[in-house]
């Protein structure tokens, strides 16, 4: 069975839809079964843009969500979106954001980063090493 237009149903929409993700402002972070980052997105619709990923054509998505086991999410104000990606994705070097060569890696994080984006980097630093 597939999704209408997207990639397969098999590759994990039934443990991620059990996951709450809000219709808030925010990022949000693919991980796998390891917990290693997959990719970091920002949207201003976390729980839109997370479900519109699943309705992808490409080869490239349907391989990245077919080891997603989790989401995480932080709610942000829409004016610490960008940086907050930014750093997430700087520090954290996920494998599928095609974006992540323009960042280079941040030894240390800035004081303007919101806490939260900084305790989620704290916490999942060690995942990455």
Same mark, same amino acid.
């Given at each position: 069975? +597939?999704?209408?237009?997207?990639? $397969? ?8 839809? !059990? =996951? ?12 796998? @079964? ?5 990719? #970091?997105? *920002? ?6 843009? #997370?479900?519109?990923?699943?309705? +992808?054509?490409? !080869? ?5 969500? =077919? ?9 942000? !104000?829409?004016? !610490?979106?960008?940086?907050? @990606?930014?750093?997430?994705?700087? /520090?954290?070097? $996920? %494998?599928?954001? *095609?974006?992540? =060569?323009?960042?280079?890696?941040? $030894?240390?994080?800035?004081? +303007?980063? $919101? %806490? =939260? #984006? ?9 995942? /990455?090493?």
């Amino acid at each position: 069975m +597939s999704l209408k237009g997207g990639c $397969p149903a098999n590759i994990g929409w039934d443990n991620i839809k !059990q =996951s709450f993700v809000p219709h808030d402002t925010g990022v949000y972070i693919f991980k796998d @079964e390891d917990n290693n980052i997959l990719y #970091v997105g *920002r949207a201003c619709c976390m729980g839109c843009r #997370v479900k519109s990923h699943f309705w +992808s054509h490409t !080869q490239k998505d349907c391989l990245m969500l =077919s080891k997603v086991t989790t989401i995480d999410w932080i709610a942000l !104000q829409s004016d !610490q979106l960008s940086i907050s @990606e930014r750093l997430l994705i700087g /520090v954290l070097t $996920p %494998q599928f954001n *095609r974006t992540k =060569s323009m960042y280079f890696n941040i $030894p240390f994080l800035p004081d +303007s980063a $919101p %806490q =939260s #984006v900084k305790d989620y980097i704290t916490n999942n630093r060690s995942v /990455v090493s």
